[in-house]
Each structure stands twice: as C-alpha cells, then as structure tokens.
T-cell receptor, first 111, second 114 residues
Framework: DAKTTQPTSMDCAEGRAANLPCNHS???????VYWYRQIHSQGPQYIIH???NNETNEMASLIITEDRKSSTLILPHATLRDTAVYYC????????????FGTGTRLTIIP | GAVVSQHPSRVICKSGTSVKIECRSL??????MFWYRQFPKQSLMLMAT?????????EQGVEKDKFLINHASLTLSTLTVTSAHPEDSSFYIC??????????FGDGTRLSIL
C-alpha cells in the first residue's frame, strides 16, 4: 500500500470548516483514499473514501487532486465532537486488503 | 447500517488466564474480519486477517498459538488470548468487511492483565 503523510496535529475553531490534508504521492491507479477517525478510547470510525472524483456524504467531503497525489478531508462545520485522530489510508478495495494505519492527524476543535 | 459489536468492552483478569473477545457484524455479512491491537499513544497494528471458514493469516511477529482466532460464521469472529500476561495488556479492536465495502470497526476491548 502507498504511504501517506499527514500533519501531526491541527486546531480548528468550532463552527468553522476543518481541512485536513494528506499526501500520497506514490498512490497506484487502483488504490482508493480512505479516511477514518478515532475518538479517544473508541474504535476507528469510517468517514469517506474515493478513487479520483470528489466525494461528499453526511459527515464530510473528500477532495482529491487531479494527479491523485494528495487529498483533503473537509468537515464543513466542526463541532467539539469532531475532536479525534484522523487517518488517511490508501489501499485497493478488495475484501481481504488490510488497512495500514499511520500516525494520523490529531484534530482539536477549540470552543 | 454497518454496525460491528465487540464484547466485552473491558476485561481485567489475572496473569495466566485465557480471555475470549467476540466480534459480531450486526447488519451485514462479513466475509473478512480483522483484529488489531493498539498500545497507549500508538497507532493501530494489524494482528491477523480471517476469512470465514478458513484459517487466519497472522502478521509477522504475532504468535498464532497465543492469539487464537476463530471465524465460525459470516457474522462472528473470536479472538482468544491464551495464558495472558501483563505484556498482553492492550486495546484490542476488530473490524469487519463485506465485498468491496469499507471496513467497519468495533468499539474495542481494553484488556488489563494483573
């Protein structure tokens, strides 16, 4: 699986959009970009994934650059409950493919 | 949808005992389940991958005789930590996946061995 690079930590004011970047310059053509988050003492929560088109769901938006070497997860209106470690992971989408977790970005939402 | 239930959420037991952790996919059939371990202030590390009806595939450095995995059905996988010792104390997390869908995780089991 391609490696990803994320900032170690970020702060965001409550109510503002939180933009979390991820670099994955060695991504292969058949690898998807997945985002998960882990709130303290809980299991990771799936957020969103995409291949090359931008994606949006009820939780977030995923913007993938045209060359697919980087992406940004956008939480449109951050709340205190969005404080968590966010993981960007690239992998092929077949069922037996494991997720390799890096260190992620620790996002703190400030009141 | 895509709910994964893990039980128990916390267990404390004496050194030398065996502990069983259950992972269930409640609203979908999981053809593949994964078991992860997370030590304090560290990221998740995959321990093993299991497909229903076949033997689990363990990651390098994970003792298969110590961490027994059974994936008996499409909705249930169990991890048994045999003869647990204090160094096995950790946060154990399972995930489940059906074909081409994202992995969904349980809420984890915090294991403390005294």
């Amino acid at each position: 699986d391609a490696k990803t690079t994320q900032p170690t930590s970020m702060d965001c004011a409550e109510g503002r959009a939180a933009n979390l970047p991820c670099n994955h310059s060695t991504i292969s053509g058949n690898e998807y970009v997945y985002w998960y988050r882990q709130i303290h003492s809980q299991g990771p929560q799936y957020i969103i994934h995409g291949l090359k088109n931008n994606e949006t769901n009820e939780m977030a938006s995923l913007i993938i650059t045209e060359d697919r070497k980087s992406s940004t997860l956008i939480l449109p209106h951050a709340t205190l409950r969005d404080t968590a470690v966010y993981y960007c992971i690239v992998r092929v989408a077949i069922r037996s493919e494991k997720l390799t977790f890096g260190t992620g970005t620790r996002l703190t939402i400030i009141p | 949808g895509a709910v994964v239930s893990q039980h128990p959420s916390r267990v404390i037991c004496k050194s030398g005992t065996s502990v069983k952790i259950e992972c269930r996919s409640l609203d979908f059939q999981a053809t593949t389940m994964f078991w992860y371990r997370q030590f304090p202030k560290q990221s998740l590390m995959l321990m093993a991958t299991s497909n229903e009806g076949s033997k689990a595939t363990y990651e390098q450095g994970v003792e298969k005789d110590k961490f027994l995995i059974n994936h008996a059905s499409l909705t249930l996988s169990t991890l048994t930590v045999t003869s647990a010792h204090p160094e096995d104390s950790s946060f154990y997390i399972c995930s489940a996946q059906s074909n081409f869908q994202p992995q969904h995780f349980g809420d984890g089991t915090r294991l403390s061995i005294l």
